[in-house]
């Protein structure tokens, strides 16, 4: 079991930056890969980032690399989204994720986590 819980979401005028925090608990935090979605309204939940259990490697979706970064603290067992350069379309709840059959890998698919949090709201301003 894990249980993970977001902080950091917000309001913020575009341009901005946020930072997202997604703190673990239960299973060896250490041991799997993480990941962040988002869900807009009407939209389908879509992968933005994910990193391996070391945090020596990351990934992200096309839409949002160069302006935000995936970084993990194993010792506090938490993960982090830095959002910069923030847009409207970016305007979602976004989700950690954990995935406990992956170590050295990462994964876009929904499907491949097995545990979530219950999700931020992030609401870019024009």
């Known amino acids: 079991q894990v249980q993970l819980v977001e902080s950091g979401g917000g309001l913020v005028q575009a341009g901005g930056s946020l930072r997202l925090s997604c703190a673990a608990s239960?299973?060896?935090?250490?041991?799997?890969?993480m990941g962040w979605f988002r869900q807009a309204p009407g939209k389908e939940r879509e992968f933005v980032a994910a990193i391996i259990w070391s945090g020596g490697g990351t990934y992200y979706a096309d839409s949002v690399k160069g302006r935000f970064t995936i970084s993990r603290d194993n010792a506090k067992n938490t993960v982090y989204l830095q959002m910069n350069s923030l847009k409207p379309e970016d305007t979602a709840v976004y989700y950690c994720?954990?995935?406990?059959?992956?170590?050295?890998?990462?994964?876009?698919?929904?499907?491949?986590?097995?545990?979530w949090g219950q999700g931020t709201q992030v609401t870019v301003s024009p």
């Open positions: 239960g299973r060896t935090f250490r041991r799997y890969s």
């Open positions: 994720a954990a995935d406990l059959d992956a170590v050295f890998i990462v994964s876009i698919k929904n499907d491949d986590y097995d545990y």
